[in-house]
């Protein structure tokens, strides 16, 4: 098939969550304590998709020469469950060199708008869309279940 005719591969700009019941920060790092098993993805475009992946698989996402987070990193925005709501502001952050270590995860940050707090609660840190050819889970080995070509609409 020539390169004119090539199928183009699927691409999904996802967004991701993930969630930890404490929080800490020292100069230039972030730490998410007792981070849940699993990162939640999510995209509505060019198609709904959700769905999670194992926290150590979305570390890999910093894997790679080219399109990893490694050489484009996300932004993200690390929101506090705190009451009063008040507490603790949103911080929007820069996510670089994760490293993950049973149930804590640790991110270099840069800061771009808000105020690190030493320590925190329950929180959760939304991280901007990466986009890559297929969902993000499909790369790592994991295959999505397709739909029959018959039942498929054409676009």
Do not use: H, N
């Given at each position: 098939m020539s390169a004119a005719g090539a199928k183009k591969p699927d691409h999904?700009?996802?967004?991701?969550?993930?969630?930890?019941?404490a929080f800490s920060s020292?100069?230039?790092?972030i730490t998410l304590h007792g981070l849940a098993?699993?990162?939640?993805?999510?995209?509505?475009?060019?198609r709904r998709e959700a769905g999670h992946m194992p926290s150590e698989r979305f570390v890999e996402l910093w894997d790679g020469d080219t399109a990893s987070f490694a050489t484009e990193p996300p932004r993200a925005v690390l929101s506090f469950l705190a009451e009063p709501a008040s507490a603790l502001?949103?911080?929007?952050?820069v996510l670089r060199e994760p490293h993950l270590s049973g149930h804590q995860l640790t991110y270099k940050?840069?800061?771009l708008n808000g105020t690190l707090?030493?320590?925190?609660g329950?929180?959760?840190?939304?991280?901007?869309?990466f986009g890559r050819s297929l969902a993000p889970v499909s790369v790592r080995g994991v295959r999505r279940p397709r739909r029959p070509a018959a039942s498929r609409t054409a676009t």
């Open positions: 999904i700009d996802a967004l991701f969550v993930q969630s930890g019941s020292q100069e230039g790092e098993d699993a990162t939640i993805y999510f995209a509505d475009r060019p502001s949103d911080v929007a952050l940050v840069d800061v707090p030493l320590t925190g329950a929180c959760s840190l939304f991280i901007d869309a």
